[in-house]
T-cell receptor, first 112, second 113 residues
Framework: NAGVTQTPKFQVLKTGQSMTLQCAQD?????MSWYRQDPGMGLRLIHYSVGAGITDQGEVPNGYNVSRSTTEDFPLRLLSAAPSQTSVYFC???????????FGEGSRLTVL | GDSVTQMEGPVTLSEEAFLTINCTYTATGYPSLFWYVQYPGEGLQLLLKATKADDKGSNKGFEATYRKETTSFHLEKGSVQVSDSAVYFCALSDQSNTGKLIFGQGTTLQVKP
């Protein structure tokens, strides 16, 4: 039962570097989303997707890009990392008929 | 816009104590309400949910009732265990079910033996 798989679990970047956080789900869920978790601020929605080929912005999209070429995969790209993007990132897929989110284990990113 | 406010933590209790974590929300329409739990080093997992007014969600001894009149969804447990130590998040979603959950800031619970 893989569920939602995120890689890498840990990453350290220098300011200005780019990287992609990978997310894959094997539950055939149409809806997927990316959140960031910061101390005292809960989880904030970065981008979401309601199906392959369809993405939209969440609450804090600046500095991030996403694409959804398949139902299974929903990568998050940081084009030019900034220290303000130091955070823990969670990918989630959602079971459409219940509204329940299934989260990956998280990716801890540090930008120096 | 929609928002969720949780009581600030950390909350420290002795084993077998009664737990209440307050959650209030502001939303248009009739959102679904959720409690998620995050154990150390893990992602979030659904604890319980309620989809309409007066519904009671329950799981693992935890309960929460959707109170529209007070816009609240307080989490309760009659007797906590050390294994309940975690961060608890209250959240709401609109009826589109597109993964757009609005989360509270989280409340850390520490249960001591």
């Amino acid at each position: 039962n893989a569920g939602v798989t995120q890689t890498p679990k840990f990453q350290v970047l220098k300011t200005g570097q780019s990287m992609t956080l990978q997310c894959a789900q094997d539950m055939n869920h149409e809806y997927m989303s990316w959140y960031r978790q910061d101390p005292g601020m809960g989880l904030r929605l970065i981008h979401y997707s309601v199906g392959a080929g369809i993405t939209d912005q969440g609450e804090v999209p600046n500095g991030y890009n996403v694409s959804r070429s398949t139902t299974e995969d929903f990568p998050l790209r940081l084009l030019s990392a900034a220290p303000s993007q130091t955070s823990v990132y969670f990918c989630a897929s959602i079971q459409g008929n219940t509204g329940e989110l299934f989260f990956g284990e998280g990716s801890r990113l540090t930008v120096l | 816009g929609d928002s969720v406010t949780q009581m600030e933590g950390p909350v420290t209790l002795s084993e077998e104590a009664f737990l209440t974590i307050n959650c209030t929300y502001t939303a248009t329409g009739y959102p679904s309400l959720f409690w998620y739990v995050q154990y150390p080093g893990e992602g979030l997992q659904l604890l319980l949910k309620a989809t309409k007014a007066d519904d009671k969600g329950s799981n693992k001894g935890f309960e929460a009732t959707y109170r529209k009149e007070t816009t609240s969804f307080h989490l309760e447990k009659g007797s906590v265990q050390v294994s309940d130590s975690a961060v608890y998040f209250c959240a709401l979603s609109d009826q589109s079910n597109t993964g757009k959950l609005i989360f509270g800031q989280g409340t850390t619970l520490q249960v001591k033996p």
